[in-house]
């Protein structure tokens, strides 16, 4: 099986910076993605590490360290449209990639 | 266009009853998942196809029987309908199975059992 833990709620101001984490234990890890999911809405892709070290894509970076089972999302200039959940998901297997979502982060942005 | 639509966007329903939510996703894409999302807002895989053949099955109810008349499409047929099945349910595609290239949700089906 697999565990992912997030923690479950999160505030911030406009403007300010915030760093979601995640823990997993799994076996057969092969990737660990960042989802952002409006109320009401699909999920949408943010990032996918499946090397240590911090991938960077504009306001958004992930970090993954694969020896400590530890991911962090950080979003920087935080916006009111960033509330949302933000939803870390492993993937296991390298043939069938089967993926594995914790709970959610729900990121709410104040003024 | 669309990505990955699913049709209906809502489905309220009773108990017993059958339904059908459809899938298709126009990316070329070789492989499609359905996920089911609960109350609690936990995503979790149900099955996965790769060119029309069943690849994953989590131990679903044997209630729940996806089909793909091709690689485009994935349906979701649910028998006996209960009040557990109430949830919303996401379909999405990847590229191949592997994932590798990320994976792109529809909008979902709220699915309401009464």
Redesign the interface.
Known sequence: GQNIDQPTEMTATEGAIVQINCTYQTSGF??L?WYQ?HA??????LS?NVLDGLEEKGRFSSFLSRSKGYSYLLLKELQMKDSA?Y?C?V?R?????????G??TQLTVWP | DTA?SQTPKYLVTQMGNDKSIKCEQNLGHD?M?WYKQDS??????MF?YNNKEL??N?TVPNRFSPKSPDKAHLNLHINSLELGDSAVY?CAS?QD????Y???????TRLTVV
């Open positions: 092969n990737g993605f999911q009401g809405e699909a999920p949408t892709f996918y959940s939803l998901a993937r297997g390298s043939t069938l990639g089967r993926l594995y979502f709970r959610g | 990955v492989t998942y609690k807002k936990f995503l979790k895989i996965s690849i994953i989590e996401f990847s199975p592997t994932g590798g990320g994976y792109t949700f529809g909008s979902g």
